[in-house]
């Protein structure tokens, strides 16, 4: 079933500790995306990518890097974890990059960091 | 600064209808989103407007006005199935999507 794998679902992360969240994509989408959702607030974007070789940063990009290497895979990493990027981490694509075309998101990693 | 504001929660009633408002204020606008999010699971994309006017598909319908900064999701003949928290998205001058905080739909037999 094409679509968007995250991994992993669930984790809970010591503060200080390394974290890399994956994503792959098999819809040869040009555009992907990390979000952060947390209660009570809208989704916000930590860092896109508008095609392969390419990155942005969003409106929260401290503390996190991405890469994208290849079409299909977008990490995202967490470099020395802190109790507030405890969140749920949705990775997403899209045809093209902008705001034309809708998202597709994957179902998401739930992060505890303590 | 930019900002979206949908009512927090909504209350209706199987078989009816309900309107979702969406108001927004960013530096510019290229399009509006509603997309819909069951708990614990991931959005899922509903509708897009760029023009002012009715945008309908099949029980869902979305409308625009851009002079007023305004949206609405209608969702007519309402199942226990559209219980979900609706999500609305505008894109700035920078072509980036602002989300709403979301708009959680409690559907009652």
């Known amino acids: 079933i094409a679509g968007i794998t995250q991994a992993p679902t669930s984790q809970i992360l010591a503060a200080g500790r390394r974290m890399t969240l994956r994503c792959t994509q098999d819809?040869?989408?040009?555009?992907m995306y990390w979000y952060r959702q947390d209660l009570g607030l809208g989704l916000r974007l930590i860092h896109y990518?508008?095609?392969?070789?390419?990155?942005g940063k969003g409106e929260v990009p401290d503390g996190y890097s991405v890469s994208r290497a290849n079409t299909d895979d977008f990490p995202l990493t967490l470099a020395s974890a802190v109790p507030s990027q405890t969140s749920v981490y949705f990775c997403?694509?899209?045809?093209?990059?902008?705001?034309?075309?809708?998202?597709?998101f994957g179902n998401g990693t739930r992060l505890t960091v303590t | 600064g930019q900002n979206i504001d949908q009512p927090t929660e909504m209350t209706a009633t199987e078989g009816a209808i309900v309107q979702i408002n969406c108001t927004y204020q960013?530096?510019?606008?290229?399009?509006l989103f509603w997309y819909q999010q069951h708990a614990g699971e991931a959005p899922t994309f509903l509708s897009y407007?760029?023009l002012d006017g009715l945008e309908e598909k099949g029980r869902f319908s979305s409308f625009l006005s851009r002079s007023k900064g305004y949206s609405y999701l209608l969702l007519k003949e309402l199942q226990m199935k559209d219980s979900a928290s609706y999500l609305c998205?505008?894109?700035?001058?920078?072509?980036?999507?602002?989300w709403g905080a979301g708009t959680k739909l409690i559907i009652k037999p």
């Open positions: 997403a694509s899209s045809d093209v990059g902008g705001t034309n075309s809708p998202l597709h």
């Open positions: 819809m040869r989408h040009n555009a």
């Open positions: 990518s508008n095609t392969a070789g390419t990155t």
């Open positions: 960013t530096s510019g606008f290229n399009g």
């Open positions: 407007n760029v």
């Open positions: 998205a505008v894109g700035d001058s920078n072509y980036q999507l602002i």
